[in-house]
């Protein structure tokens, strides 16, 4: 059989038999694979030390005749050790893997892939705060799922306006006009951040930025929630 050569991250690990396990990868050319790595519980091992949790390695396995296939070997190609250093981190870290296993299907696209390095990059960098790197993640699986609320123009077809103050329509995904709404300007331009391509990174130098977040934490999950079924 041929054996394929690529790139993966960990999505799950389960124990099967005395020394094997079956792991759930996330590749960025083909899609989630179910591969046995046997042995790998054996403390000589070779396979061990590729397939470590919060990392990128690279991998060839064999296709199997069934849904699961055969790790052939792992070597590791970034580890991002920071994140194992900090117990919230690593808790958050398993929920972004929760998150974006259940938000897809057996073959998502590339950008899965990349969106989860991002986080993991992300979360190994001490300086940016943990909601920030949660909602940013939210935000873009609704994003590559084609959720994406109307952040131009309000519920009546109007662009929206830098002195007005909205509240948000869940049905038509799009805010309407309200003298008491809940969000403003800066909430929308946030959202527009955090729906484009740019990473926690550079949103997290803007000003005030925490501020904003806590306000646009439960609109995130609102439409997380009721778009992709989390």
């Not at 926690?200 to 930025?209: D, F, H, M, S």
């Amino acid at each position: 059989m041929n054996q394929i050569i690529t790139q993966a991250i960990v999505l799950s690990r389960t124990n099967y038999g005395e020394a094997d396990r079956i792991i759930t990868l996330l590749t960025p050319d083909h899609g989630k694979l179910r591969l046995m790595a046997r042995g790998v519980r054996k403390v000589k091992s070779k396979l061990a030390g590729g397939i470590e949790l919060f990392s990128v390695s690279d991998i060839t396995y064999i296709q199997g005749r069934g849904e699961i296939g055969t790790l052939v070997s792992a070597r590791l190609g970034k580890y991002y050790s920071t994140i194992v250093k900090d117990i919230d981190r690593v808790q958050l870290g398993y929920e972004l893997i929760k998150m974006l296993n259940k938000a897809t299907e057996d073959h998502p696209e590339p950008e899965y892939f990349g969106l989860l390095e991002h986080g993991f990059q992300a979360l190994d960098e001490a300086g940016i705060e943990l909601g920030l790197i949660r909602l940013w993640f939210e935000s873009r699986l609704l994003y590559l799922a084609g959720h994406s609320p109307n952040l131009q123009t309000d519920t009546e077809g109007q662009a929206l306006l830098a002195d007005a103050a909205y509240n948000f329509d869940f049905d038509s995904m799009a805010f309407t006009p309200s003298p008491e709404g809940n969000f403003s300007t800066a909430h929308i331009k946030t959202l527009r951040l955090l729906f484009s391509h740019n990473l926690p990174q550079a949103i997290n130098r803007v000003q005030n930025i925490g501020s904003l977040l806590t306000d646009l934490e439960p609109l995130i999950r609102t439409m997380l929630t009721t778009s992709i079924r989390m």
